[in-house]
């Protein structure tokens, strides 16, 4: 029988004690039962207490308190017709109706609109429901066909304020968006109607300097906001940012910046592919007819605008789009050999000369406080905060230092070996560079004494010479698997020194890891000659990373290893880390790829297997945590990446994970519940799928770096509270203040800045059967950050979710080239994507067996 759950909040004692937190007394015993019916429903665990170990200090950060007054505020629904698409021209209509009627039929009241379907306004609108007429001077190509607009504005309900204050209070659970949404509409109205809106940031080249950043590329300055609910009250956060933006130009003169060739001979199908992600969804104008006409780039296509024929209105003879340019405009091409850029739709297809089209040029507030009362206040916020102790680290006893103490969040390698020192008898090396042969040798030499000085057993002699290759990558290595397979070895290692040029990374993966089944370590040529003390610094860095690709261990944590680790010794304990990858704008129907990494060794918990997926494009659930499938000879088959690491686990360990510890990232607020409902369901069925009524105990928390808080030193110049680049120390934890009214969450800064401002990492707990305590939880995660395998620093990402992301993007190597896009033609890309987005994603290449059990990814 499938096991599933409800999702309830969980709670526990606040501690009280300036030491160590210790681990919860067990929890009863977890009753699973059916999941909500809707997401709704679900309960996040509620903060069970403030953390109180470590140094306490004070930062500054990005949150503004933002007061509200108790006015009368009314929601309208608001209709235009004929229907615009465009937010930008419907905020202009709305503009120019509070211009034209503000004071004759507003109640001269301004309106506070969302671009969309509603406007708010501080009072009762003299009318339930009106309909208006207004005119624009100026719009897009829709507008300009269609000047007066009839906007319809009717009543639609009065906001509450007071469920906004129970649930700051914490005397109510669930957050009232719309109320919230009204007052982020009020302050986000003037910024966008004089700014570039992207998402929540607000761009324009008046908000400070521009550049060019190459390839038909500009960046502007701008702003990012967002009103948030906190334990101080509502907060508005801002952070400055900076965005990409295409350069008013022609398309012509951003394509050839773009590929950096010559266009007179036109474009090869691998620069059209490539032109076409880059511009498809772009927004641009024509003037050709006198005036100008805006247009959405849908495609690119394949025939050039002189091979490109089509039928004029009332005429059989069929024109190119070069020849229609010059007789109906007297428009010479310069460029007749480039493909056309598509608009319009898949029925009535538009065709445009890249030539002929350019890129758009962008070019004390009395609604905020004086309708809508709204003060937010001119100072950054003042938080406590706790700068958290590091672990101590545990190396090998045959050095002189054995033990540890991480200073400002680094330590080094002197007088110290690895903890467990990997073994590697099998190895070759492969030379792409231009560099000589003796060269490369020299450099195996130094790398494998460098290995064995650090603790590692390293065969001093390659299996095959090393040797030089300046042919087609996947032969080269092919050729070299089969002359090592030649002397009856497997090859453990294959140290590669990458050719100069880019864009080989990927292949030698893909091909090493799926194909032949070995173990890569690759290296640029300008750090394999680089000088004096860089140059062996990067040696101990690559070592350190051909160790844990070796089976082998760096460091520990030393409470880990002696058993007195809160939440981690007292009972097997795997931790894993989750992380999804989405395609780049532009890759409309690329699979997204999901990646679960998991502990394979208890106490230590340095090991880190990991498993791969794709699922359906921007699919940001992961889909195979869990799959079952019917067999006609054997039954039920369980399968999926949660099941697979459980029993890795356990032939690793011998012991079955009695907690299981969830670190997911690249979650969004508005997912929290449905990645946790499936995701939970699916860790679930996959423990009963092991075995009957097996239940560990889970903590599933969501890991989020792409937020805009930011954390300062309360004074820059205390050295005492600031690292070298002074930023807040490693291990600062905040919990208070700015952040979630009621549920469990903390900021934790817990690298060194090594340039700009530190951005610390959000962790929210979703779910909690494992009852930490805030200082257990954050004393864990803190620590967990000084056990990433790459350095001898701690990392601003707790290592599972860190591999994760690393896992996932090596995964994406494997499909690299495949064009999921491109239909083939500009008449039937619309029906090629529809068959596309229909299709059943297919698998990656499988990772061979041996890759797999180690830590090939890092």
Known sequence: ?????????????????????????????????????????????????????????????????????????????????????????????????VTNYKDSHLGKRMLAYDGSKSCYAAGELPFESKDFVVELNSGDSQSRRERKFKVSIKFAAKVDLHHLQQFILGRQLDLPQETLQL??????????????????????PMLGDIGELGNGLMYWKGFYQSLRPTQMGLSLNIDMSARAFFEPIRVSQYVQKHINKDLSRGLSDQDRIKVKKALKGVRVETQHLGQIRRHKISGITTMSTRQLMFSMDGMEAQISVAQYFSQQYSISLDYPNLPAIQAGSDTKPIYLPMEMVRKNDYNNDKLVNGQFGINVRSEMVSVDARVLPPPMLKYHETGKNSLVTPSVGQWNMIDKKMVNGGKVEFWACINFSRMHSNHAGQFCDDLIDMCCSRGMEFNQRPLVPVRNAHGPIEKALIDLETESSKAGKQLQLLIVILPEMTGSYGTIKRVCETELGIVSQCCLPKNVSKPGNQYKQYLENVSLKINAKAGGRNSVLEMAVKGKFPYLSDRPTIIFGADVTHPSPGEDLSPSIAAVVASTDWPEVTKYRALVSTQAHREEIIQDLYHKREDPKRGVIHGGMIREHLVAFYKSTKLKPHRLIFYRDGVSEGQFSQVLLHEMEAIRKACNSIEENYMPRVTFIVVQKRHHTRLFAANHNDRNNTDRSGNILPGTVVD???????????????????????????????????????????????????????????????????????????????????????????????????????????????????????MFYI
């Open 1 to 97: 029988m499938e096991q599933k759950l409800t999702l309830k909040a969980s709670s526990s004692q606040t501690p009280q004690t300036q030491r160590p937190p210790a681990a919860a007394a067990n929890p009863p015993p977890v009753q699973p039962e059916l999941p909500p019916a809707s997401s709704k429903a679900v309960r996040y665990p509620q903060r069970p207490g403030f953390g109180s170990f470590g140094r306490k200090v004070v930062v500054k950060a990005n949150h503004f308190l933002t007061e509200i007054g108790n006015r009368d505020l009314r929601h309208y629904d608001v209709s235009i017709s004929p229907e615009v698409t465009s937010k930008k021209v419907c905020r202009e209509i709305l503009n120019q109706l």
């Open 736 to 854: 208070t203040k700015i952040c979630h009214p009621t549920e469990f969450d903390f900021y934790l800064c817990s690298h060194a800045g090594i340039q700009g401002t530190s951005r610390p990492t959000h962790y929210h707990v979703l779910y909690d059967e494992n009852a930490f305590t805030a200082d257990g939880l954050q004393m864990l995660t803190n620590s967990l950050c000084y056990t990433y395998a790459r350095c001898t620093r701690s990392v601003s990402l707790v290592p599972p979710a860190y591999y994760a992301h690393l896992a996932a993007f090596r995964a994406r190597y494997y499909i690299e080239g495949t064009d999921f896009s491109d239909s083939g033609s500009a008449s039937d890309a619309g029906r090629g994507a529809t068959r596309e987005r229909n299709r059943e994603v297919g698998p990656l290449p499988k990772i061979k067996d041996n890759v797999k059990d180690v």
């Open 183 to 204: 007052f982020d509409v009020v302050l986000r109205q003037n910024p966008s109607n004089s700014c570039a809106v992207v998402g929540r940031s607000f761009f324009s």
